[in-house]
Each structure stands twice: as structure tokens, then as C-alpha cells.
């Protein structure tokens, strides 16, 4: 199964935008080739053809490890709180849209994460990575 999720990636990411790959492996839980592609210049905050981000895809994918590594990327450059409170073309956060087709794992994982949001840079990572690890 996993040999065709990563031919099916490979067909994806072949004359696509880096962005459009992004997605689709959020979508799919290709964790390293979102670091791949992250490094070649992919958007978190690029929308897909559905006009979701990468992590709305990991949420609808039940990837909540693909959730973490796009938030901790994300961290570094950027401000998690708008990561999280980024909206679908239906006005749903990630988390709203985990409880909403009761994906729990994800849903847990993003509302445990909720008071972390507002530390910024290094203080948010080293926290961040204490509560991922336990």
C-alpha cells in the first residue's frame, strides 16, 4: 500500500506546482516529502484546488503526525495561531473541522496544542517538542 501512495506521489508532484505536491502529501502523511518540499520552497499557507491549506488536508487525511511536523515547521518562520486558525472556503478552523467528522485523535492533539500558540520562536519549539515527545 505504501509503494502506491508513493507512485500516486510521484504521479502528483510530476509538472505540479510545489504547492499543489505539498498538499497532496499532507493530504497522504508523506512526512518526508514535506520536508522536501518545504526546503524547495512550498507555501504552508498555499491553497489547494478545494481551497484548503496543507494542514486542513493532514486534518481530513487522520494525519495527526503530519499535523505536528507541519506546526513545527511552521513555527519557525511563522506565527502558529494563524496556522491554526486558518479557515476552509466553509469558514472551519483544523480543529473544527477534526470534531466536526469526528476525527478524535487530531482533534485532541490540536486542542492540547491550543495554549501553546501563543509563545513564538524558540520558546514555542522547545515546548512544543516536550509535549509531541510525552
Not at 507555501?43 to 487525511?61: D, E, F, I, K, P
Request: proline letters at 1%; glycine letters at 6%.
Amino acid at each position: 500500500m505504501l509503494a502506491s501512495a508513493a507512485k500516486s506521489l510521484k504521479r502528483a508532484w510530476a509538472g505540479k506546482r510545489l504547492d499543489d505536491a505539498l498538499w497532496y502529501a499532507a493530504r497522504t502523511g508523506h512526512d518526508e516529502e514535506i520536508k522536501r518540499l518545504l526546503k524547495a520552497g512550498a507555501s504552508m499557507t498555499a491553497r489547494g484546488s478545494n481551497g484548503m491549506t496543507a494542514m486542513q488536508q493532514a486534518v481530513w487525511g487522520w494525519n495527526t503526525k503530519t499535523c505536528a511536523l507541519l506546526i513545527q515547521e511552521y513555527a519557525k518562520n511563522g506565527d502558529v495561531k494563524k496556522l491554526l486558525a486558518t479557515r476552509t472556503r466553509d469558514g472551519r478552523t483544523p480543529l473544527q473541522n477534526a470534531l466536526r467528522v469526528n476525527y478524535t485523535e487530531t482533534a485532541r492533539f490540536l486542542k492540547a496544542i491550543e495554549w501553546l500558540v501563543e509563545m513564538t520562536g524558540n520558546e514555542f519549539l522547545k515546548s512544543f517538542a516536550e509535549c509531541v515527545s510525552s
